[in-house]
T-cell receptor
Framework: SQTIHQWPATLVQPVGSPLSLECTVE??????LYWYRQAAGRGLQLLFY??????ISSEVPQNLSASRPQDRQFILSSKKLLLSDSGFYLC?????????????FGPGTRLTVL | AQKVTQAQTEISVVEKEDVTLDCVYE???????LFWYKQPPSGELVFLIR??????QNEISGRYSWNFQKSTSSFNFTITASQVVDSAVYFC???????????????FGKGTKLTVNP
């Protein structure tokens, strides 16, 4: 069966520091991968998605970036964090090239920028 | 543009009550999918159901049921005989196809926080 991992689970970082969040998927090949952010309260905002290694599409311009160095690895990064980057970051995957498939989410990383 | 509206921000019920969570969507696509996800306090989103636009049959899974009505662009979710473990934030979502690259995008509603009190 497929599983999705995210780490770290929680993170407290000062403003201006770098960020690296990692997401890995097991049990499937060539998945579509997604990064979402959920700000305080609710509402999920799609940040990036990837259909393959090295292929990244950005939904919202910001100081975050994403990379996919391996088929089942998706990394969210920032060179300098802002206070507004605080939130709950969720990684998700879906079956490649299958229309309208559900996305499966990881456990999330709670980021607090101070 | 595609949009999902969950007008109920928060709902509070007493255990064993039935509760319906509303979801209204907007889309120009003739082919689309609707989803419900549950987010318990732990934070992880749990997939509950997917429904395609050509299938308007209601679905029941245990205490959960879903009512899809294209005429009113609604996809409502009912929990029968609610339990404390049902307490969570529930999200309705609509698929929006990205024809470039073969990926799909989910458009989420803002969620409804359900609290079931003992």
């Amino acid at each position: 069966s497929q599983t999705i991992h995210q780490w770290p689970a929680t993170l407290v970082q000062p403003v201006g520091s770098p960020l690296s969040l990692e997401c890995t998927v097991e049990g499937t090949s060539n998945p579509n991968l997604y990064w979402y952010r959920q700000a305080a309260g609710r509402g999920l905002q799609l940040l990036f998605y990837s259909v393959g290694i090295g292929q990244i599409s950005s939904e919202v311009p910001q100081n975050l970036s994403a990379s996919r160095p391996q088929d089942r690895q998706f990394i969210l990064s920032s060179k300098k964090l802002l206070l507004s980057d605080s939130g709950f970051y969720l990684c998700a995957w879906s079956v490649d090239l299958a229309s309208y498939n559900e996305q499966f989410f990881g456990p999330g990383t709670r980021l607090t920028v101070l | 543009a595609q949009k999902v509206t969950q007008a109920q921000t928060e709902i509070s019920v007493v255990e064993k009550e039935d509760v319906t969570l509303d979801c209204v969507y907007e889309t120009r696509d003739t082919t689309y999918y609707l989803f419900w996800y549950k987010q318990p306090p732990s934070g992880e989103l749990v997939f509950l159901i997917r429904r395609n636009s050509f299938d308007e049959q209601n679905e029941i899974s245990g205490r959960y049921s879903w009512n899809f009505q294209k005429s009113t662009s609604s996809f409502n979710f009912t929990i029968t005989a609610s339990q404390v473990v049902d307490s969570a934030v529930y999200f309705c979502a609509l698929s929006e196809a990205f024809y470039q690259g073969g990926s799909e995008k989910l458009v989420f509603g803002k969620g409804t926080k359900l609290t079931v009190n003992p």
